[in-house]
């Protein structure tokens, strides 16, 4: 599928500029369109013609299987969530945790990799580690020594205030050399590079499929190593986590499914699935030409002094600096174009392979639009 193909089946830029996708990426027909069959014939055709709960099992299973894949992992490996916030709160509340335990994070991660450990600090004693970044880079010294005595790092693959790549193989090895665990919020990944878990090496991955994979909303993921699977004790406990739920006892599933619940739509992992079909027939190096050339064009026509991010973009997401942010956004949308706020105050714009050159220069022509 070539990108024009796709731009064409997606409703939502016939009528705006959309440059949002780090939000949230607005999704083809055929997304909404798998996400509502499989919602119909469950509520449809499932009840009477066969077992409601067996029938989203499988298409739980598919969708594991679909994810593993793409992620170029084992089934197993993966479980299905809500959203990323939904993943890294799993986690988070299923490490048998000690007072004084310690995590560390980077000062430019997004409120999942913020709250839950804010939370486990008035309910556990955990104490938070902040590592400080400087245009999104990583302040590779302060980690190591932040590291050395912690139980567990959180960190951003992809950071979402500057659109920098993190070097998450090597910051693994550091923090498990140290002897912690690390958990990576990927969410800015899948749909518009390649999300190699494994050879990441970190013990938990979350992501979902509302960004740059276009997929709808409810249809998150995580991946979890099989050793660091063994180490959790999920607060949470349902039928979906367990080998045997009508036993007298239970025994957690092994692997990432023990930190699945219980009944949920199955529309929008549906959805998911055939949003990784679509990604994938585009190619992700088709989508990498066209971000990088998108990009490099509105850093051409943006101001030196403003760009916040590399001067080469390492992704869609660019942010820059913006005297007020609120208005600029607001201004910009009452011309059609839309991109966000970031509470760091600066604005970011995201480039995705359904955009194009027309929609820089609507960008670039709206900014000067508002500002002069």
């Known amino acids: 599928m070539d990108p ?43 009840h009477a013609t066969e077992n409601p709960y067996v029938s989203a099992a499988e298409l739980f299973d598919d969708a594991r299987e679909r ?21 890294v709160n799993r986690i988070a509340t299923a490490i048998d945790w000690e007072p004084g335990d310690v ?15 804010r939370r486990l600090r008035d309910s556990h004693g955990v104490r938070t580690r902040v590592v400080p970044t400087t245009g999104g880079r990583i302040d590779r010294a302060a980690y190591r020594e932040a590291v050395a005595d912690a139980r567990l ?7 979402w205030t500057h659109g920098t790549r993190l070097p998450v193989a090597d910051l693994v090895d550091e923090a498990h050399d140290a002897g ?10 899948p749909g518009q590079a390649p999300m190699p878990v494994e050879s990441w090496g970190a013990d938990y991955v979350a992501a979902a499929g509302h960004k740059w994979l276009c997929g709808p909303w409810g249809a998150g993921f995580l991946y979890v190593d099989p050793d660091a699977a063994e180490r959790l004790e999920p607060l949470q406990v349902g039928y979906r986590s367990v080998r045997d739920p009508e036993g007298a006892g239970y025994e957690f599933h092994p692997g990432a499914r023990r930190l699945e619940v ?32 998108l990009t490099e064009r509105f850093v051409d026509g943006l101001a030196d002094d403003r760009l916040l991010g590399p001067d080469t973009p ?17 201004g910009l949308r009452e011309r059609g174009v839309v991109v966000r706020a970031l509470p760091t105050g600066a604005v970011r714009a995201s480039f995705h392979v359904f955009n194009t050159a027309e929609d820089v220069e609507r960008l670039l022509t709206a900014m000067a639009d508002v500002e002069n």
Do not use: K
């Open 262 to 293: 219980g009944t949920v739509s199955p529309g929008p992992h549906a959805g998911l699935m055939e949003a990784l079909d679509v990604v994938e027939e585009v190619g992700l190096d088709a989508i990498r030409d066209r971000i990088d050339a």
């Open 4 to 46: 024009e193909t796709l731009r064409a089946d997606i409703p939502a830029l016939d009528d705006a500029t959309y440059l949002n996708t780090g939000a949230s990426g607005p999704s083809p027909e055929r997304v909404v369109e798998a996400a509502e069959a499989a919602l119909e014939r469950h509520e449809y055709e499932a």
């Open 103 to 117: 995590v560390v994070r980077t000062d430019v991660e997004h409120a999942a990799g913020v709250l839950p450990w």
């Open 153 to 159: 790092v959180c960190l951003s693959a992809l950071t």
């Open 180 to 189: 912690a665990e690390v958990l990576v919020d990927a969410v800015q990944v």
């Open 314 to 330: 390492e992704s869609g997401l660019v942010a820059f600096e913006s005297d007020d942010p609120e208005a600029l956004v607001a």
């Open 67 to 87: 994810l593993a894949a793409h992620l170029d992992t084992d089934p197993s490996s993966v479980a299905l969530t809500q959203s990323t916030t939904d993943g």
